[in-house]
Every structure is written in structure tokens, then in C-alpha cells.
């Protein structure tokens, strides 16, 4: 204590630094831990692993919003909504092609056109894990994030405990 000062603050200080240095690094990071882990698995081929990185469930639900927002604008009811009825209806068509689209290996499916599109766009690594290197990542404030390029992005992470997980495949601006 020549200085003055408490000697165990110093030891609080490091602690705290190194703690805000691990907690920023684990928030930059993710994301593209994520993206790597979801290639990686699917380049092994492990399904069971794939799917830790994706909430099924809430793709369907977000798929079925918005392919529904869109029948009902394309019916032609000007303004007014969709009666009980011809909504049952709607889902009805819906949820069963919603329930075999949104599988493991759709996903999969979807991941590979991403993949030949970087490949054409100039990627040099051709393996699952480089399917990212032209993928532009963007934040969604400390929760999530998109992945896409500058014009789209399509696929939507949000985080799920200490990882992120694929939940949502935005349809906007895609030809339904």
C-alpha cells in the first residue's frame, strides 16, 4: 500500500478486464462459431449435430406467417381479412407442406445453394465449413443475428442459452 491505493483492487480490476475481454470476444465471436460448428456437421454428415443449431419448430411457425400474410394479400379481399373459415382452410394446405419441408435435410438442401452460389461468386474453399466466406453476417442487437449477402438475408439466428440457433428463413423479397 505505498501508493495509497488497496492492493486488492487490483486483483478486482484484472478480473473485471478479463471478464469484459471474454465476454466480447464470446459476443464477436458466436456467430461465426455457430456458422463453422453448423458446416462442420454437416460436412460429417450429423444430423443429430445439424439439428442443435436450428429450432424446427419456429421456422415452421415463421413460414407459416408469412406464406399466409401472402395468400391472404394475393386473394384479392382488398382490406378485409380472411374469415375463420377460409383461414382453417388455409393452414390446412399449409402445415402439411410446412412439415416436410422443414427437415434436416431441406435445411441441408437450402445450405448447398448457398454453397454453389459462393463457390460461383469466387469462394476458394469448397468444403461445408468454407460455405461462409462470402456470407456477409450482420447483428441483430444482442440476441441474434442474419446471415445473407448485402442484398438479403435470409437466415435468421437468435441465441438459445451460451450458443445461437437457426429460427427463422425470412421470405421477403422472395418469389412465393
Known amino acids: 500500500m505505498r501508493d495509497g491505493r488497496d492492493p486488492s483492487s487490483h486483483g478486482f480490476c484484472s478480473c473485471v478486464a ?3 475481454a471474454l465476454l466480447m470476444l464470446f459476443y464477436f465471436s458466436g456467430p ?3 456458422l463453422w460448428r453448423m ?3 454437416l460436412q460429417a454428415e450429423d444430423e443429430d449435430e445439424f439439428s ?3 429450432d424446427y419448430e419456429a421456422i415452421r411457425a415463421s413460414l407459416k406467417r408469412d406464406i399466409l400474410a401472402d395468400i391472404e394479400k ?3 379481399l ?3 381479412t380472411f374469415s375463420p373459415g377460409q383461414m382453417a382452410m388455409a393452414e390446412n394446405m399449409v402445415d402439411p407442406i410446412l412439415n416436410r419441408f422443414v427437415s434436416p435435410t431441406s435445411i441441408e438442401i437450402l445450405l448447398a445453394e448457398a454453397q454453389k452460389a459462393n463457390l460461383a461468386a469466387g469462394a476458394s474453399d469448397s468444403s461445408w465449413s468454407g460455405i461462409w466466406n462470402l456470407v456477409d453476417v450482420e447483428r441483430i442487437g444482442l440476441i441474434g443475428f442474419s446471415v445473407g449477402t448485402e442484398e438479403r438475408r435470409p437466415l435468421i439466428f437468435e441465441r438459445r442459452g451460451f450458443g445461437y440457433r437457426l ?3 425470412d421470405l421477403s423479397g422472395a418469389a412465393l
Open 39 to 41: 458446416g462442420a456437421a
Open 52 to 54: 442443435t443449431y436450428v
Open 32 to 34: 461465426y462459431w455457430t
Open 18 to 20: 478479463v471478464f469484459m
Open 167 to 169: 429460427v427463422r428463413i
Open 74 to 76: 394475393r386473394s384479392g
Open 78 to 80: 382488398r382490406g378485409r
